[in-house]
C-alpha cells in the first residue's frame, strides 16, 4: 500500500537558530505520538539548514527534503545546488516543479524532467508538484492542465522509476492565499491523476503512488481533504512553520 505523507516546504523562511528551534520542538511533539507505520513526515528547510535537520533526522521521526535542485549533473553552474550533492548529505527528498520554481524562475515541464531523472539517479525520491492557476480554472482547463504537467515531467519514466516519485496537486489559486480547494474539487483531480499513472503504467503501479494535496492545508480542514481515497497526505507551506500547527495535520490521519 502506498505510504501517507506529511511534508513541510519552508519556501524561503527562518534563520539558523529558528530552524534549530522548530526542528527541536517538533522533535518533542513527535515523541509523545506514536504515528502509523504507514505515515512519513518529511520536512523541506532551505539548503543551509539541510544538514542540520538531516543530523536530526539520524535518531529520528522525519525524513529530510530540499526544495529544489539544478537541472546539470555538475560544472560551471554558481550558485547551484546539483543532486549529487544533495545525496550525499543524506538528504532523501526533493520538491520539484513547485509553482513558485515555475511562475518565477522559468521552470518547465521540461525542467522538471531533467532534474526528476538527476535525483532518480542519485537515490532521491522527487516531490514533484502540479497544479493549474485561477484563470485556467475559471476556463474549466485545470484537467488539461495538470495532464500535460503530469506527462512532460514523468512519462518518460519508466514502471520501476515512478514508483520513487510523491505528486503534490497544488491548485496555485489556494497556495498561501488561506482558500483551499473543497475535498471534493481536490479528490477529483487526484483521481484525474492516478488515472493518468493508470494507464501509462497500470492500476497496480498508480495504487503505490502517494499523491499529495497543497494548497491552504491547515489542521482545521486536513482531516476532511486526507480522508478521500485519492488523497494520501499534504504538501503544506506556510502551516509547516509552527511546530503546533504542522503536528495539527500530521495527525489528521
Ligand atoms: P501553503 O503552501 O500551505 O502556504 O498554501 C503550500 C505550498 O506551496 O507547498
Request: aromatic letters at 8%.
Amino acid at each position: 500500500m502506498r505510504k501517507h505523507i506529511v511534508a513541510g516546504n519552508w519556501k524561503m523562511n527562518k534563520s539558523f537558530e529558528e530552524a534549530d528551534e522548530l526542528i527541536d520542538e517538533l522533535m518533542s511533539k513527535l515523541e509523545e505520538v506514536s504515528l502509523p507505520r504507514d505515515e512519513q513526515v518529511i520536512i523541506c528547510p532551505p539548503f543551509p539548514f539541510l544538514e542540520m535537520a538531516s543530523d536530526y533526522a539520524n535518531d529520528s521521526y522525519f525524513m529530510v527534503g530540499a526544495q529544489n535542485v539544478a537541472d546539470h549533473e555538475s560544472g560551471a553552474y554558481t550558485g547551484e545546488v546539483s543532486a549529487r550533492m544533495l545525496a550525499s548529505c543524506e538528504i532523501d527528498y526533493c520538491i520539484v516543479g513547485h509553482s513558485e520554481r515555475r511562475a518565477y524562475y522559468g521552470e518547465t515541464d521540461q525542467t522538471v524532467a531533467a532534474k526528476v531523472d538527476l535525483l532518480l539517479a542519485n537515490g532521491l525520491k522527487p516531490i514533484v508538484c502540479v497544479g493549474e492557476v485561477l484563470e485556467e480554472r475559471e476556463a474549466g482547463r485545470q484537467f488539461d492542465v495538470v495532464k500535460t504537467q503530469v506527462e512532460g515531467g514523468l512519462f518518460h519514466l519508466d514502471a520501476e522509476q515512478i514508483k520513487n516519485i510523491v505528486i503534490a496537486y497544488e491548485p496555485v489559486w489556494a497556495i498561501g492565499t488561506g482558500k483551499t480547494a473543497t475535498p471534493e474539487q481536490a479528490q477529483e483531480m487526484h483521481a484525474h491523476i492516478r488515472s493518468l499513472l493508470a494507464n501509462r503504467w497500470g492500476k497496480e503501479v498508480a495504487d503505490e503512488i502517494s499523491i499529495l494535496y497543497g494548497g491552504s492545508c491547515k489542521p482545521s480542514n486536513a482531516k476532511e481533504l486526507f480522508a478521500c481515497p485519492d488523497i494520501d497526505g499534504g504538501l503544506i507551506g506556510g502551516a509547516s512553520l509552527k511546530a503546533d500547527d504542522f503536528m495539527g495535520i500530521i495527525t489528521a490521519f
